[in-house]
């Protein structure tokens, strides 16, 4: 993605603002993609190692695509966080993908914890949203074992959480 378009997405994910209503979907919203195999995407570790989602055949996955101003974004994370230490044993990979233009702003959200059980990579060129498209921030997708994505939850308030677990309880223990 050239440098326009990155910043016209940053702009169009601004003015769509950080929802702060979450809706987890089968359908709308995000959840056409429900049902399809997840597109081949590759991001970067904080690390600086190059991840792609296929390397996680074989686990869920919740794929959460977020920014460090999305005041949403900020609530989700941490429960995301404790999420992935839980469901760890069960087979279940967090990834949360930031779209922070600046790397810094990610590393200093990030400091809000002394340990991460989540992964964290950054997509500063948006390639990630540019493929997926979610229509609010934050936008998390669980991925079955197989590469399809099986549940999408656009935007975020704190009551989400425990649906999102459910879900990758059940996606996991499918």
């Not at 359908?27 to 991840?51: C, F, I, M, R, Y």
């Not at 994370?77 to 469901?87: C, G, N, Q, V």
């Not at 949203?129 to 656009?154: C, F």
């Amino acid at each position: 993605m050239d440098q326009g378009r990155a910043l016209a997405l940053a702009a169009l994910l601004a003015l769509a603002g950080c929802a702060t209503s979450g809706a987890t979907s089968q359908s709308g919203g995000g959840g056409n993609l429900v049902g399809a195999p997840v597109p081949e995407l590759h991001v970067e570790s904080l690390g600086g190692k190059d991840l792609g989602v296929g390397d996680y055949r074989g686990k869920v996955v919740l794929l959460d695509v977020w920014a460090s101003w999305c005041g949403p974004c900020k609530q989700e994370l941490p429960m995301l966080d404790d999420m992935a230490k839980r469901l760890r044993g069960d087979g279940v990979e967090v990834l949360a993908v930031s779209v922070d233009q600046e790397r810094a702003n990610v590393v200093r959200f990030l400091k809000a914890r002394p340990h991460w059980s989540l992964t964290i990579a950054h997509d500063p060129k948006g390639a990630i949203a540019d493929r997926l498209g979610p229509e609010k921030m934050p936008t998390s997708y669980i991925i079955d074992r197989d590469g399809i994505i099986r549940y999408v939850n656009s935007g975020f308030e704190p009551s989400d959480a425990a649906v999102i677990e459910r879900r990758l309880a059940e996606v996991a223990h499918h």
